[in-house]
C-alpha cells in the first residue's frame, strides 16, 4: 500500500479480498443467483429515468472466486479474552464450515445461512505466531474511542477472527453482523436488528488515521478521499452539492460528517455523503415487498433476496451507471480483487434473513394506555400507511422534488416531505421511499429514513421543525441546528394522547 497512489488506497482497502472459493456441488432446487433478466425487472430505475442500471456479465460473475467459509471465531474486546486465548487460536488448524453435502433440510439451511451470515467479506493480517501484540492493541484503542458496544464476556459480535492458515489469525470485517448484530440493554446480542456498531465514527477515524500514518498533504489527503467516494457514494450523473463536495472535498468536514452520525445510522455504498441511511432490521423480510429505504429492489421470491444479498457484499461497485462504474478497472483486475456469494451460499443466507422474526417488547407498558394508544392509531388514519399485521402497506411515496409515475397499486401521491437527498441524488436513489414497517420500532435507536431523531419523543416534537433545532441523531449541519422536517403526523397530539399513541407503537 506504501508504493499506491493516494486515490487508490481505498480501493485496494475495499478490494484486497484473500477468501478463495468453495467448492459446492449443483442443487436444482436452488435458484441461479446472476440472471441479468431478473436483474431488470427486480430493480426500480433510478430518479434519473435516463441513467440505466447495468451489472456484469453472467459469464463474468461466474468467473469471479467464491468465498470460502473459513470457520469464524469471536473477537474480544482487548483485554477481556480468555487466558491464552489467541495462543489457543494459532495452534488451530483452518476449517471450513459450509458443506452443501451436510444440508438435508430446511433447518439445516436456515443454519448454514447464519453461518453465512456471520462470514466476513474480507479478511486482513491481525496476529501470527511471533504473537505480536501492536495490532490487536491498536483496535483496542480504536474500539474503546468509538464506545463499540460490548457483548457478554467482552465480545464484540461485529467482528470475527478466522484461521486460514495454522499459525496465523486474520482479522474479518464487513459480513453482515457488522450492520445488523445489536448488542442489547442485558448485553445479549440480538442478530438481524438495528445494528449499533459506531461504524461511520470508526470508518472516519480510519480515514484520519491512514491520512496521518501515510503523511499525506492536503492535495494527497484530498486525492485518497476522492478514490473512496467514488468507489462507495459517487453518482456522477447527479448535480446537486453533495456530490459536488465529493468531487473536490475538504477532508477535515468530510471526517465531521461521517463522525456526525450516532450508532444506526451509516454512510453505506450507495448513499451519500451527507445523506446516510437508518440501518433497517432485518425481520419479517419475506413480507416486504421492497428493498431499501427507497425501495430500490423488488422481493418478490427467494432469488430476489439472493441478488440483493450479492450487490449489498460488494458487487455493486461493479455495476455500470449509464456508463458511470465506482470501480472501473478492467474485467481481469476484477476477477483478482473481489469473492462471489455461490448460489448455495446467497440461498442459505436469503433462508436464515426470512427465518428473522422480531423481538418482544419485555415492558409493554399498561394495557390500558396501550389500548387507548391503538385508538389514536386508529382515529389519526395512521394505519392507511402503517397497515397491520406488519404496520406497513408495502407502497412507496414520493421524496419531495420528483415528479413520479402515475401513481399504481404500488405507490401513491402523499408525499411525507421528509429530507429527500437518498431518494433523489444517490445511486440507490428511485425517487421513492417505502412505507417502513412498525413492528420493532422500540427497540431501534435512529428513525426516519437518515437517522435524524433516535426517540418517538423527538419524533413527536413539533420542535423539530423549527430551524434553531438540535437533532440527536444525524445531523448534516454537524454542530449546528438542523431543522428535521417531513412526516408531520401526531405532531398536534396532546401530550397524553402522544404518551399513548408511543405506548402502542413500543408494543409493536
Known amino acids: 500500500m506504501r508504493n499506491k497512489k493516494p486515490a487508490l488506497i481505498a480501493i485496494t482497502l475495499f478490494t484486497s479480498v484473500i477468501l478463495a472459493g468453495f467448492a459446492i456441488v449443483g442443487d436444482p432446487d436452488i435458484p441461479r443467483l446472476w440472471d441479468l433478466q431478473k ?49 489457543w487460536l494459532l495452534g488451530q488448524q483452518p476449517e471450513i464450515v459450509f458443506n452443501i453435502s451436510n444440508i438435508k433440510s430446511e433447518a ?87 445494528g449499533n456498531f459506531p461504524f461511520d465514527h470508526w470508518w472516519g477515524k480510519t480515514i484520519k488515521n491512514n491520512i496521518e500514518q501515510y503523511n499525506l498533504n492536503d492535495s494527497s489527503a484530498r486525492d485518497y478521499q476522492i478514490g473512496i467516494f467514488r468507489y462507495l457514494y459517487s453518482a456522477a450523473w447527479v448535480r446537486n452539492e453533495d456530490q459536488a463536495f465529493m468531487e473536490k472535498p475538504e477532508p477535515s468536514k468530510a471526517i465531521s460528517i461521517f463522525m456526525a452520525t450516532v450508532p444506526g445510522v451509516m454512510h453505506r455504498h450507495g448513499s451519500s455523503l451527507g445523506a446516510p441511511t437508518a440501518i433497517p432490521d432485518l425481520f419479517n423480510l419475506q413480507e ?45 483486475i476484477i476477477l ?47 394505519s392507511d400507511c402503517h397497515t397491520p399485521p406488519f404496520y406497513s402497506d408495502n407502497r412507496l411515496t414520493p421524496a419531495a422534488g420528483f415528479t413520479q409515475d402515475k401513481a399504481g397499486k404500488d405507490t401513491f401521491d402523499l408525499c411525507v416531505n421528509t429530507d429527500p437527498k ?68 401526531g405532531l398536534s397530539l396532546d401530550a397524553e394522547d402522544k404518551k399513548a399513541l408511543m405506548a402502542f407503537l413500543r408494543s409493536l
Not at 442500471?53 to 480468555?82: A, D, M, N, W
Not at 433462508?351 to 394506555?369: C, M, Q, T
Not at 419524533?459 to 408531520?488: C, T
Open 288 to 332: 416486504r415487498k421492497y428493498l431499501d429505504h427507497t425501495g430500490a429492489a423488488l422481493n418478490r421470491d427467494i432469488s430476489d433476496m439472493m441478488r440483493y444479498e450479492a450487490q449489498n457484499q460488494e458487487m455493486e461497485h461493479t455495476n455500470s451507471y449509464g456508463g458511470f462504474k465506482p470501480d472501473p478497472r478492467p474485467d481481469s
Open 336 to 382: 483478482q480483487s473481489y469473492t462471489r456469494f455461490s448460489d448455495a451460499q446467497a440461498y442459505a443466507l436469503a433462508k436464515y434473513l426470512y427465518s428473522l422474526k422480531p423481538l418482544a417488547n419485555p415492558d409493554k407498558g399498561p394495557r390500558e394506555l396501550v389500548a387507548r394508544g391503538r385508538i389514536i392509531f386508529e382515529q389519526e388514519e395512521c
Open 108 to 194: 439445516d439451511w436456515v443454519k448454514a445461512g447464519e453461518m453465512i451470515y456471520e462470514l466476513p467479506m474480507v479478511t486482513q493480517s491481525f496476529m501470527d505466531s511471533a504473537g505480536d501484540m501492536k495490532t490487536l492493541q491498536q483496535w483496542g484503542d480504536l474500539l474503546r474511542s468509538i464506545h463499540a458496544p460490548v457483548a457478554k464476556d467482552g465480545i464484540i459480535p461485529f467482528l470475527q477472527l478466522v484461521v486460514t492458515q495454522k499459525g496465523k489469525i486474520s482479522l474479518g470485517l464487513f459480513a453482515c453482523a457488522e450492520c445488523h448484530n445489536r448488542v442489547m440493554p442485558d448485553s445479549s446480542v440480538l442478530k438481524g436488528g438495528q
Open 422 to 489: 437518498l431518494a433523489l441524488y444517490s445511486r440507490r436513489g428511485t425517487g421513492y421511499y417505502k412505507v417502513p414497517s412498525l413492528i420493532g420500532v422500540w427497540n431501534r435507536s435512529a428513525l426516519l429514513h437518515g437517522g435524524y431523531v433516535t426517540t418517538l419523543e423527538e419524533l413527536f416534537n413539533p420542535a423539530r421543525l423549527k430551524n434553531d433545532f438540535m437533532p440527536s441523531g444525524f445531523n448534516p449541519n454537524i454542530d449546528k441546528p438542523f431543522a428535521v422536517k417531513g412526516h408531520n403526523f
Open 39 to 87: 436483474y431488470k425487472s427486480g430493480y426500480m430505475p433510478l430518479a434519473d429515468r435516463s441513467v440505466d442500471i447495468q451489472q456484469i456479465s453472467e459469464e463474468l460473475y461466474y468467473k469471479i472466486p467464491e468465498r470460502v467459509g473459513y470457520k469464524t471465531y469471536p473477537f474480544y474486546l482487548p483485554g477481556r479474552e480468555p487466558k491464552g486465548y489467541y495462543a
